[in-house]
């Protein structure tokens, strides 16, 4: 055997090792993973109720609360919340705003935070009907892989739940919240035909018209149904026209200048599914999706 003989065989050699090296690194991932999520399943004692994924992809899935009616299919609507919790600590790295709430098309409901998506999601809500919640034991390579994502680490295992409402309609959840909140505070409220609710704790005596066009110099102060302000403005500065406001705004044509009215706002009348947005579109945190809105207005002046 001549020396290039002997060179050829030891670069395969090194090779076949290091390809080897490479896809046992890959294997281990998932065999550690697998082996964490089984460890988990049997200490707490969910073999019985954890199902494993159709496609055997990885993740295990267990309904905690079926929900009422029929199951979710891919076309249906669903509004629901999640939690993303390390299954190691119990740590919670995200959830669904406190004020709003996620919806989407069942088919559509995989994507979190940035640009992940888990089909898991999916999967587990089909196994519900309205009402219904699950919970996912996610390996982190289906999850956030070994770069994570902020504060989630590397090769993080994941426990996700999800909770769906039992409302198939944004419009109906939005309701149902107003009408909770109304009877809780004690409040006596109109329900405007465009289902905005209003209070008027003093009647305006201007004699000018409001429309779309009016300039009206406003106090207001805004605040979600759990009381907390996202944005105020009380001293008689801040002028607008109806045309530049969010919709449910619009029920100031109902009143006069000098009027002081609380305005309870449903999502669809307010900033919608995508929430409140900067300049360039995106979104800026001050407002989530979906969030019922509540108003303290004093109509200062009109000018036609």
């Known amino acids: 055997m001549n020396k290039f003989t002997k060179l050829g065989l030891c670069l395969g050699l090194l090779a076949t090792i290091l390809f080897s090296a490479c896809e046992k690194e890959y294997d281990s991932i998932e065999t550690v993973d697998d082996a964490t999520i089984q460890s988990y399943i049997t200490k707490n ?85 309205p009402g219904g919640s699950a919970r996912i034991l996610l390996p982190s390579y289906l999850a956030f892989g070994k770069n994570g994502y902020n504060a989630i680490p590397s090769n993080e295992n994941i426990d996700l739940i999800v ?14 919240k107003l009408d909770n909140f109304i009877a809780s505070k004690g409040l006596t409220a109109v329900k405007d035909p465009s289902r905005v609710r209003y209070i008027v704790s003093n009647v305006g005596t201007g004699t000018d018209v409001i ?24 001293d008689g500065t801040y002028s607008t026209s109806l045309s530049s406001v969010i919709s449910g705004w619009g029920i100031l044509k109902n009143f006069k200048a000098g009027t002081k009215v609380r305005i309870l706002i449903p999502s669809d009348l307010a900033y919608g599914k995508t929430g409140s947005v900067n300049s360039s579109g995106v979104s800026d945190g001050r407002i989530p999706s979906n969030a019922v809105l509540d108003f303290d207005i004093e109509i200062v002046s009109v000018t036609n």
């Open 163 to 176: 909770k769906t409402y039992p409302f198939r309609k944004q419009w109906q959840l939005d309701e149902f």
């Open 211 to 234: 429309n779309d066009g009016s300039t009206l110099v406003l106090k207001y102060t805004g605040r979600f149904l759990d009381g907390t302000s996202f944005d105020s403005s009380t």
């Open 45 to 129: 004692n969910l073999t019985s109720s954890m199902i494993q994924d159709p496609d055997k992809t990885g993740f295990y899935y267990q309904v905690t609360m079926p929900g009422t009616g029929d199951l979710f299919k891919n076309p249906d609507s669903v509004l629901y919340d999640i939690t993303i919790k390390s299954l190691n600590n119990g740590t919670i790295y995200s959830q669904s705003p406190v004020n709003g709430n996620l919806g989407t098309y069942v088919g559509y409901s995989t994507a979190v935070l940035s640009s992940f998506n888990f089909p898991a999601i999916r999967t587990s809500i089909l196994a519900l009907s």
